[in-house]
């Protein structure tokens, strides 16, 4: 009976003595090879309670066996934490992947930059992959780990703002630059070292003096991170008249309308992506629950009054956006600027795609891409972080020193092809034989002794100089 009671226990003891065994073989393994990994994930919370093979597989117990290592994805860490992946799934996070590839360029580009994660992907790999079609390109693809970075994992970590900085700084969304030099990030500088990061973000402000990216963006841990304006700062629904056409152009820019205003098959791609809000109700959701989080420190009052000011920000960014938008589409309309190698690829040709980035066809629409991706972005992101500088002199200047440019290159372009336009007339006129003042008609070979007369070229330079200098002093 003693010997049916032992092999009984050792029964039921051997599903947690192979886990043991196997956890140990695992990191008694990787001591030798990865050390600082293996130290990594001891040091967490997570190191105490599983085992590698729970998130890598057990397939790979050898050096033989490496290629069978399993990478995790967000539905691996799912299994534990269903609630954080279901918001995260909800939230914008989750579609960054997807909404990279959305961009029309995208797979011209180096694919290091993209599924290398060498630029690009780097940060937009935070979005959720199914691990298909990963190829050589595998690895960081779990997206949570983008925060609670691997190998511990940390909670605390993830709670600074500076998780958040490896991507939300920079280019197109400083983020990082707006907040760490506004009012709210100068506290948590010189005071965010005493915080307890230990606490949950439900109990933050127990110890916080300040609001971080996470306590405004994740209020309560929520794990759905979205907001009412999004990285393209445009709503479907446009319920301001005077706002409206000039949120139509900017749709144009973006293919995601036609020339005429009409729906584009790029329409498609902003419901899933989650790049616009396509009713006010999907964009006031978003803004109250905000109006929330900011009334924790501030009046109700002083919070809608401040992220108006971010809204009429962003209105008058648009109106000096949408009229350079409709200058370069009018060159193309006119003929001024040829048609592009691409135009089957633009959905709202004679308007620029600006969702091309750097891959333009001209000088014109290269400034207008900055102006909106650089100087429009930091606009409104500046108003609604609460940095002045960055509002004054990295986005509304800025913005407006590219509209003076583009406005210039306009004339530019216009008096050179009505020089070029007037030159070919008169050209054409005296190769049809014109009278002159001895009454008799010029002939192609008298034509062509002339031009090649001494000092003809220089004459013919300096009369098409003059000519472009009056017509340019004339648009002045």
């Not at 051997?14 to 990594?40: K, N, Y």
């Not at 700084?169 to 907040?179: I, L, R, S, T, V």
Request: hydrophobic letters at 35%; proline letters at 4%; charged letters at 25%.
């Amino acid at each position: 009976m003693k010997r049916l009671l032992v092999l009984l226990v050792l029964m039921l003891l051997t599903p947690f003595l192979m886990g043991s065994a196997t956890a140990s073989i695992c990191t008694d393994c990787h001591r030798g090879i990865t050390p600082e990994i293996v130290e990594d994930f001891k040091s967490g919370v997570m190191g105490e309670n599983i085992d590698c093979s729970d998130c890598h597989g057990f397939a790979h117990s050898s050096a033989d066996t490496v290629d069978k290592v399993t990478m995790p994805t967000h539905e691996t860490c799912g299994k534990c934490h269903a609630t954080q992946d279901s918001q995260y799934m909800d939230g914008k996070h989750s579609l960054a992947w997807t909404a990279m590839f959305a961009m029309p360029t995208t797979a011209d580009q180096p694919k290091e930059l993209m599924d290398g994660q060498k630029g690009c992907g780097g940060c937009h790999k935070i979005g959720a992959r199914d691990g298909t079609d990963w190829d050589e390109y595998h690895y960081g693809a779990t997206g949570c780990d983008s925060c609670h970075t691997r190998h511990s994992f940390s909670v605390e970590e993830a709670r600074r703002p500076e998780a958040c900085m490896t991507c939300h700084q920079g280019f197109d969304h400083a983020q990082w630059e707006m907040y760490s030099t506004s009012k709210h990030g100068s506290i948590y500088l010189t005071e965010g070292d005493g915080w307890d990061w230990s606490a949950p973000l439900s109990d933050a402000k127990a110890s916080y003096t300040s609001p971080t990216c996470q306590m405004c963006h994740m209020s309560g841990g929520d794990h759905n991170v979205i907001t009412s304006w999004g990285f393209l700062g445009v709503r479907v629904e446009e319920p301001i008249e005077e706002w409206a056409d000039d949120r139509a152009t900017v749709l144009k820019s973006f293919g995601v309308l036609d020339a005429d205003g009409n729906p584009t098959a790029r329409f498609d791609l902003i419901s899933p992506a989650k790049l616009a809000r396509l009713t006010m109700d999907d964009w006031n959701a978003p803004r109250e629950e905000m109006i929330a989080v900011c009334g924790d420190c501030h009046s109700e009052k002083f919070a809608r009054i401040s992220l108006e000011e971010g809204d009429r920000m962003l209105r008058e960014a648009d109106r000096v956006y949408a009229e350079s938008v409709e200058i370069v589409a009018a060159l193309h309309r006119d003929g001024i600027l040829p048609e592009p190698d691409y135009i089957d690829e633009l959905p709202s040709y004679p308007y620029p795609d600006v969702l091309r980035f750097y891959d333009q066809s001209h000088t014109i629409e290269t400034d207008l891409w900055v102006m909106w991706m650089k100087y429009r972005m930091r606009c409104f992101q500046s108003a609604f972080h609460t940095n002045a500088d960055q509002e004054q002199w990295y986005g509304w200047g800025p913005l407006k020193e590219t509209a003076v440019a583009i406005k210039s290159e306009d004339r530019s372009l216009r008096a050179e092809a009505e020089l070029a336009e007037a030159t070919m007339a008169t050209g054409t006129k005296e190769t049809t034989g014109t009278t002159g003042t001895t009454g008799t008609a010029g002939t192609a070979e008298d034509e062509a002794d002339a031009a090649n007369a001494p000092g003809f070229g220089a004459m013919f330079s300096f009369a098409s100089i003059l000519a472009l200098f009056v017509l340019l002093r004339r648009k002045g």
